[in-house]
Structures are given as C-alpha cells and as structure tokens.
C-alpha cells in the first residue's frame, strides 16, 4: 500500500480525534469513503454502492444512497473522515490536505491512492487496484472486456491524424475555455486521433473571433448543463462558429462535462465512443 508523508507530524488535537474514533468504534472494512469521481465511478459499477458511507462533492451517486457529502478532495476535513469509520479509503493522488493525509496513516485506516486515468489502460490499472483492495477481482472483469469492446470501437473509427479538433469547455453565456496540454480534454482528442489545436497548459479563455482563426475541423463542447442541447446553446451564444470547417461540416459534438471530471473514467470511456460514432456518421 502506498504512503506518503510517513514523517508527518499529526497536529496533538488531531491525533487525541483520531484515537478517540478509533477506540470507540473498531474499523470495519466494508465501510468505504470515495474522494474521487472516477473511483467512485468504478466501485458503483463493482456493485459496492451500498457500502458506501462518504464521497467527495463530484461524485455522482444514486439518490437512493445515504452518502455523506465530503467537500473538495483537495481540502478534506479529518474529523469528517474519521467520524465516518471507515475501513477503506480511496483517493486520488491529488487528495489533501497533507494533515488529513497523515491523520489517515496514523490511524491505520487502509489508503488506496490513484493517479487519474488518462487512457484505457491506466483505467484498468484503477478497476483492477481497487477490485483487488474491495475483493471483487470476479466482477471486474465484465469492465475490463467493456473497456476494451469500446475502445476496439473507438480505434476503428479513428479521426485522421492530422484532424484539426478544438475541446472546449462551456461556460456562462458566451465565455469559452479551450483544453489544453495536461487536461482530460486533451486525452480524449488524443484518443479519438485527432490534433489539439492548443499546445498551451490547462484550459484557457478564448473568444470565438480567436477560434476561427484556429480552423477547427471537430468542436467537442463539454457542457455541465444538458437540459438544454449544447451545440445550440453554443451557436446561439457565438454564431460566428458556423463558419468553421466544423460548423460547416457539422462537426460540432456535444458531451456531458459531468462525466469528465475525473479524467478518463468509465463513463468517459462510453462518451468517446459515442463521440466516435457520431463523427464517423458525419464523415459518411
């Protein structure tokens, strides 16, 4: 099991919480706290919903399941953690901060820390970590031989490599961002075959003058609102984008941002797909 920060000295207030919890209430290992979306994704699909007992705020859970909400993986309270009891926790290697971190070793609460997925394979290294640490290696295996059904999919209907592709993310009115290297939009244009037209960091402002320039041949546009159809709500806001070589070919795909929070999760794995499949449509 990974650690980190072993000589981290736990605050003396944090540290008597921690003993406290733990005397009073003996671990049990099928409690199991999430602090990241693509975890949780993957121990929903496990069918570990129902032993469940705390998830971080970008989660996403069945309404039918008494889930603690925890705040921002990055910013987790230890007494939140601990009054919760859990057995397990599972995190990404962004959860923080580092004096939950070392409350956590201390109290021998067993840690699984995770980088995010940012292809198929680092996605099935996740499922098959945290199958092994839930012992349900048996039921991981229909994920796995999905993962590798949509991908197979996927590489059949690759964009040429050259493929000019824009991912943007949709904001409030007309305010746009464009992915970048190091995001979750740049794996899935890399994934799909395509070229990122931005080589900058992260996610950055961009006007839609500033856009055409760049001659987008696919716009995908990651929206957190879907009760209203995107790729309208985009036009409408920046008419000028109809004039692209997407617009013009009708290259404009709309995915749901909800299932991209988390990198390259299961459900982001189904969105490429249909991605894919919509593109290849479109080129026919």
Do not use: C, W
Request: no cysteine.
């Amino acid at each position: 099991m990974k650690k980190i920060l072993s000589s981290y000295r736990l605050p003396f207030a944090a540290s008597i919480f921690a003993s406290a919890v733990l005397l009073s209430n003996p671990l049990q290992a099928d409690r199991i706290i999430s602090t990241d979306a693509g975890s949780t994704d993957i121990l929903l699909a496990l069918d570990e919903g129902n032993d469940l007992v705390g998830v971080d705020v970008t989660s996403v859970v069945p309404a039918e399941l008494s889930v603690a909400k925890l705040g921002y993986h990055r910013m987790l309270a230890t007494e939140g953690i601990l009054s919760l009891n859990p057995g397990l926790i599972i995190g990404s290697e962004h959860m923080g901060p580092p004096e939950t971190i070392a409350a956590i070793e201390k109290s021998q609460i067993e840690l699984l820390q995770l980088p995010a997925a940012t292809n198929a394979d680092s996605l099935k290294l996740n499922i098959k970590k945290i199958s092994t640490a839930v012992d349900k290696q048996q039921q991981a295996q229909p994920l796995l031989a999905h993962i590798d059904k949509q991908m197979l999919s996927i590489n059949q209907q690759q964009l040429a490599a050259d493929t000019k592709v824009a991912f943007l993310l949709q904001m409030d009115g007309r305010s746009l961002r464009l992915a970048g290297e190091n995001t979750t939009g740049n794996d899935i244009i890399r994934l799909l075959g395509g070229e990122n037209l931005s080589q900058l960091p992260g996610y950055q402002s961009i006007s839609a003058e500033a856009l055409i320039s760049l001659e987008p041949e696919v716009i995908i546009i990651a929206s957190r609102d879907m009760s209203k159809p995107p790729v309208e709500a985009l036009l409408k806001d920046n008419p000028l984008l109809v004039h692209t070589p997407a617009g013009q070919q009708q290259k404009i795909i709309a995915v749901d941002g909800r299932n991209l929070i988390a990198g390259i999760s299961l459900t982001a794995i189904d969105s490429l797909a249909d991605i894919a499949d919509t593109l290849a449509q479109a080129q026919r």
